[in-house]
């Protein structure tokens, strides 16, 4: 009995250390797969002409559909409804994400209440000194085009507790979920944002809203995905090693009366 518990604990062991390490490198394959999907999304959406966002509410449906894909909206953006996304950085500077909701020209006809999208407008520096300080980010007062990449959620940074929700003055925010800047704000919102790619039209000549948009292509991180998984393979393959040396090797060797090493 004590010799088959010898053998079958540590076969356990390493049979569960495989099934997770090499699970873990399917996942990271799998994540690989996509961001190429992703890449390959992006470019065919930049030879595509840019699709208007629509004046009635999409359908969840609708919004996936149009996840990716080059869009415009025309309207006026509302600053005084900005929030700022912290700890994003840029070149190593920490900073916010902008966020305003524009709302959508002509949605409020026949009596409708105006819809809004949120625009993820681009990257601006925090105050080293007071870092609750909110940089000054202006805003065309009159209508404007904005065109950029449709986006259904941002990513979301890691929280070690559920935040609680925002108050209605609190316009530093961690993560951006849709449903609760709904709640916050009380504007009828599109399933999407936009992700903003240049000035906006119609700002008229000379405006600078002084925001930095370089974000970062769908797919350049694909090398890191494969290196994570070759470490999970690599870490299989080393404990299905270490297994066949310690269960199976060494008691082969001792029972052919060959010195142990």
């Known amino acids: 009995m004590r010799p088959l518990l010898r053998t ?56 996936r559909g149009l996840e990716g894909r080059r869009v415009e909206a025309s309207g006026r953006l509302l600053p005084e409804r900005s929030i700022f996304i ?33 625009v993820l407008r681009g990257w601006a520096p925090r105050d080293p000194r007071e870092r609750t300080r909110l940089p000054e980010v202006p805003a065309p007062e009159g209508p404007v085009t904005v065109t950029g990449y449709a986006q259904r959620e941002l990513a979301q940074t890691l929280e070690l507790a559920e935040s609680a929700p925002p108050g209605p003055d609190d316009r530093i925010w961690q993560n951006l979920r849709l449903d609760a800047y709904r ?52 870490l299989a393959a080393a404990t299905a090693a270490l297994w066949f040396w310690f269960v199976v090797w ?12």
Do not use: C, M
Not at 21 to 50: I, Y
Not at 206 to 221: A, H, I, K, N, Y
């Open 8 to 63: 079958a604990l540590p076969t356990v062991a390493a049979l569960a250390v495989l099934v997770l390490t090499v699970s873990l490198g399917n996942w990271q394959l799998r994540r690989a797969d996509e961001k190429l999907a992703l890449h390959a999304q992006s470019e065919a959406a930049d030879r595509q002409p840019p699709v208007a966002i629509a004046q009635q509410a999409l359908a969840e449906a609708d919004a």
């Open 183 to 234: 709640q916050w704000s009380g504007l009828a919102l599109q399933p999407l944002l936009i992700r903003q790619i240049g000035p906006v039209g119609g700002a008229g000549p000379g405006f600078d809203d002084r925001l930095v948009r370089e974000w970062p292509q769908p797919g350049s991180d694909v090398d890191k995905h494969r290196g994570y998984a070759f470490q999970w393979y690599s």
């Open 250 to 261: 060494r008691p082969l060797k001792r029972r052919g009366g060959r010195p142990v090493e």
């Open 86 to 118: 912290d700890n994003r950085t840029h070149k190593g500077i920490a900073g916010f994400h902008v966020v305003t909701p524009l709302r959508i020209e002509g949605s409020e006809r026949n009596g409708a209440q105006p819809l809004h999208v949120l």
